[in-house]
């Protein structure tokens, strides 16, 4: 294959100039043997899964690897593909010219001992000695005589009659006990979807038209910075951009009217303003019909009659107030007749289609589902799922919901029956944002994975605007996202699932090949772990064995695991304080809303000091002895003094963090220096200095085209160099299927 040599039999891939071959896996091989097969033409990871993991369920992180161990043993660069391409979104394909070698070509060649074989230790008078290879006959010898072929024959039927009769005895003795196979999980079945964008990028938020023969949803078109609104039918046809954003602004949130006629969204100006804008569906002059907050933009439906919208609650200057109706025609606002409650944030609000109810998600992202009358009322709670909803949509009967959630750091759909409660897996990987057309079952939705690797971003003199460097860490074709730097800023752990599935990793930065992973725990991925002052153990929430979160401590020195004894059902941080005896734990109020407790560890039970409520995230500023932390229900950072005295609680910003960014900040531990992680169309990492009046201000562009992971970045403890998981590939596209009645079953009980 080009300039390399490929031995089959024992998986050996020799490079020009290499010093020994290098053996690749039997899987690296197979994938390998298929792109041969198929050589000039694209082959599709779906198609290299099929071929290569018949019978299993793998991810698409095999392929990633085997891609990734053959470009290794071909000794290609990676910025210059000459043995394999990656065709973004659809696969890869063979470049090398291929040339089968007789056999006797092949074993005459010299072999090395490849990376992974034991090198022999046999005398030197032995090693020398050549054994010349059998040349192949010019014609193939007969194996047997007949009668030898047919006891062969007679003996493999009788092997095979056999095995037959011993799996079908143990199929009827196993199969009432054997748990039921999901349809959607089944091997070789086909996928019950079609992808039907395949551009380049981002297509996010898709909505549908009531026959569901049209799409739209937010993506960026060819030569311009920001999103607009694109359509295109569901049959995959080349998309029209709908909308025109001007400069900074960005259209984003599309949503199909009932009558088919116009699409509502938002156009949004970062830090100018939000405006609620209608257009026709086959395109025409934009209407502005409401504003809105540019820091936490709106969640918004149409009303069942299309004379209206419905909004989820909203951030005004007089405060949050509940879900609202804007009138299209006289662009009044009116209030839903419901009691909100304090605290409570009701989003993503839906009218059936039967114009019975109203659902809505509430207090995200710790959300459950609620509904009330849709002509107003008393709000009931329709599930316990204390999930992270990325998206729902009812399905025509009005009796059934889609939504996506994520769940360990992926997302996946389930379809819920509000009449039994019961929820179901469609078994889609990766997907969420589920529309539904109005008038028949068919869904599309979002399909997206992306791929995050670790970087360090060493600072200059960012008064004088000096040139920053970027560092990628610990290379993988993983997902490795929350890196978090220990106070003496030699240590680091982060989150990975490079080993198969999600795991906690450490190193000691001074020595890159200490890299290895904590034995003993899974670690959430919505919250990074905690370090303690003296560097010597890190604190992490993540789920048991029965699915429950729970917080260990782990001493990385060591490996040594910890679990901790927090009196509490439902943990989702854990962040350690100066004072070893007190530890600080964020957790689910059963409400879907959030409090900060104080424990004093030294009593068994644990002693909760005191609480403050309304907290998504926290961290220690040990440079000035407080605490700080997001809200809920509000934009904008808070301090306290570390014991949570009710006297100390202030505001510090009014603007930043914004809602869906609340994760997106850190403070210096030795300099109390506070950074916020923004994006814009021009620069997707924008790091900014906030929260500090007596510095002054600071705008980095840490790199303009890859997004950074959501749930959070790490600054060195002097605030010189930042650890952040950027996008190494990070597409999405539009997938839609029909969907198939569900049967009838009657199960009472809401969902638990």
């Not at 899974?522 to 303690?532: D, L």
């Not at 003296?534 to 910890?562: K, W």
């Not at 439902?570 to 007190?582: G, N």
Request: hydrophobic share 40%.
């Amino acid at each position: 294959m080009g300039e390399c040599l490929v031995d089959i039999p024992l998986r050996e891939i020799r490079a020009p100039g290499a010093r020994r071959p290098r053996r690749i896996t039997p899987k690296s091989m197979g994938v390998l043997l298929v792109l041969v097969e198929h050589a000039d033409r694209v082959v599709s990871r779906d198609a290299l899964l099929t071929e290569v993991w018949p019978d299993t369920l793998p991810t698409d992180d095999v392929v990633t690897q085997a891609i990734t161990q053959l470009r290794k043993a071909f000794d290609e660069d990676r910025g210059n593909p000459r043995y394999i391409e990656t065709i973004a979104k659809n696969g890869y394909r063979l470049l090398a010219e291929v040339e089968w070698l007789p056999q006797e070509s092949a074993a005459s060649t010299h072999h090395e001992p490849a990376d992974d074989v034991e090198i022999s230790t046999a005398p030197a008078a032995l090693i020398d000695e050549r054994v010349e290879p059998v040349p192949l006959p010019s014609h193939p010898r007969p194996r047997g005589t007949w009668r030898s072929i047919v006891g062969v024959i007679a003996l493999v039927i009788g092997l095979v009659g056999g095995l037959v009769w011993w799996s079908l005895a143990r199929q009827t003795q196993s199969q009432a006990a054997a748990p039921a196979v999901d349809p959607a999980r089944a091997t070789n079945t086909p996928r019950p979807y079609r992808l039907i964008t395949s551009m380049p990028g981002f297509e996010l938020a898709p909505t549908l038209s009531p026959d569901a023969a049209m799409v739209a949803y937010v993506a960026i078109p060819d030569g311009q910075r920001g999103t607009a609104i694109l359509v295109q039918t569901t049959d995959q046809t080349p998309p029209r951009q709908l909308t025109q954003p001007n400069g900074q602004a960005e259209d984003s949130a599309p949503a199909w009217s009932p009558d088919g006629r116009s699409i509502a969204f938002l156009r949004l100006e970062p830090g100018v303003s939000c405006r609620v804008l209608v257009i026709a569906a086959n395109g025409g002059a934009e209407r502005e019909v409401g504003s809105c907050d540019s820091r936490n933009p709106p969640t918004f439906d149409w009303t069942g009659d299309g004379r209206g919208l419905i909004f989820g609650s909203m951030w005004t200057p007089q405060g949050i107030v509940g879900m609202r109706v804007l009138d299209l025609a006289s662009g009044e606002w009116r209030a839903v007749p419901y009691q909100p409650g304090a605290g409570n944030l009701d989003l993503s609000p839906r009218f059936s289609p039967d114009g019975r109810w109203l659902v809505f998600v509430r207090n995200s992202p710790q959300g459950d589902f609620w509904r009330l009358p849709a002509e107003g009322g008393k709000a009931e709670r329709l599930s316990h799922l204390s999930a992270d909803v990325r998206g729902w949509d009812w399905l025509p009967d009005s009796r059934n919901i889609l939504f996506g959630r994520m769940i360990d750091g992926d997302t996946r759909m389930f379809r819920l029956d509000l009449d039994t409660g019961q929820a179901r897996d469609l078994g889609i990987e990766s997907a969420q944002a589920p529309a539904v057309a109005a008038a028949r079952p068919a869904a599309a939705f979002v399909q997206r994975k992306p791929y995050f690797g670790l970087f360090r971003v060493v600072l200059g003199d960012t008064s004088q605007g000096a040139v920053h460097v970027v560092d990628p860490l610990f290379p993988s074709s993983a997902r490795d996202i929350l890196p978090t730097i220990a106070p003496d800023a030699h240590q680091i752990v982060f989150v990975s699932d490079r080993s198969g599935s999600t795991h906690l990793w450490w190193a000691d930065m001074n020595q890159p090949d200490s890299l290895r992973m904590l034995q003993g725990v899974q670690p959430g991925t919505r919250y990074a772990p905690s370090w303690s002052s003296d560097s010597a153990r890190v604190t992490v929430v993540g789920p048991d064995a029965e699915g429950r979160n729970v917080v260990h401590e782990i001493v990385p020195a060591s490996g040594r695991v910890t679990r901790l004894p927090v009196p509490l059902p439902d943990p989702i941080q854990a962040v350690q304080l100066p004072d070893p005896h007190r530890l600080l734990v964020l957790a689910g109020t059963g409400d879907g809303r959030l409090s900060l407790n104080l424990f004093d560890r030294r009593l068994t039970p644990w002693r909760l000091l005191t609480q403050l409520a309304d907290v998504s995230e926290v961290r220690v500023d040990g440079a000035r002895n407080r605490l700080l932390f997001t809200r809920q229900t509000e934009a904008g950072l808070w301090q306290s003094d570390l014991a949570l005295t009710p006297a100390s609680v202030r505001r510090i910003d009014d603007g930043e963090p914004v809602a869906d960014r609340y994760r997106l900040w850190d403070v210096a531990t030795e300099t109390g220096e506070l950074r916020y992680l923004d994006q814009q169309p021009t620069c997707l990492s924008l790091l900014r200095r906030i929260a500090s009046p007596e510095l002054p201000p600071s705008v980095l562009c840490l790199d303009q085209s890859r997004r950074s992971a959501i749930n959070g970045f790490s600054l060195s403890p002097r605030g010189d160099a930042v650890y952040l998981a950027l996008a190494k590939w990070d597409g999405a596209d539009i997938g839609y299927m029909d969907l198939p009645e569900e049967p009838k079953t009657f199960v009472p009980g809401w969902l638990n």
